[in-house]
């Protein structure tokens, strides 16, 4: 495992030619240059773990649209998993920041109406799939109260990503 810094962003990579996982942490913006390091992550599967990207301007989603099709353009296959809330409101509106690649899990913001707790619930798409192409949200139970929560956003506005798959 190795752990870089790209500007204000963290990379740490693991795995191998076969399969290697980037986690990334911090923000995607100005600073970061992660499409220089494109040949050093290659592999046959690269799946890019995004639960902890804090914040994302319009030249830090510009780069990362150019690094996700620089590891594509190499041949690898992207899987993009534990997404934060901020990728995914991009991919919604700029499909090139998917890429490629397929989405397996991700977060969505859910408020429990009983006892108000919110949470970024993650969300699996392999489990949840043909619910969330349908633009209805899996009822997820609250960590506080175990009563139902409810998504805290427009479906369409949240899961609209899922329907170029």
Do not use: K
């Not at 240059?33 to 030249?59: P, Q």
């Not at 890429?99 to 949840?128: K, M, N, Q």
Request: glycine share 10%.
């Amino acid at each position: 495992m190795a752990t870089t810094t790209h500007g204000s962003l963290t990379v740490t990579a693991s795995g191998g030619a076969d399969e290697r996982r980037l986690v990334l942490a911090g923000r995607l913006d100005e600073s970061v240059g992660l499409l220089s390091s494109v040949a050093g992550w290659g592999a046959a599967v690269v799946v890019l773990e995004t639960e902890r990207i804090t914040a994302i301007n319009s030249i830090g989603i510009r780069e990362w649209m150019h690094f996700v099709a620089g590891l594509s353009a190499g041949g690898a296959r992207i899987v993009h998993e534990r997404c934060a809330e901020a990728m995914i409101e991009q991919m919604c509106f700029i499909p090139a920041v998917r890429g490629a690649g397929t989405v397996r899990s991700f977060h969505a913001p859910y408020r429990c109406p009983h006892c108000d707790l919110e949470v970024s619930a993650l969300i699996d798409v392999e489990v949840h799939g043909a619910s969330l192409r349908a633009m209805q949200p899996p009822a997820l139970p609250c960590e506080r109260c175990e009563r139902p929560m409810v998504l805290a956003d427009v479906p369409e506005r949240i899961f609209a990503f899922l329907n170029g798959s």
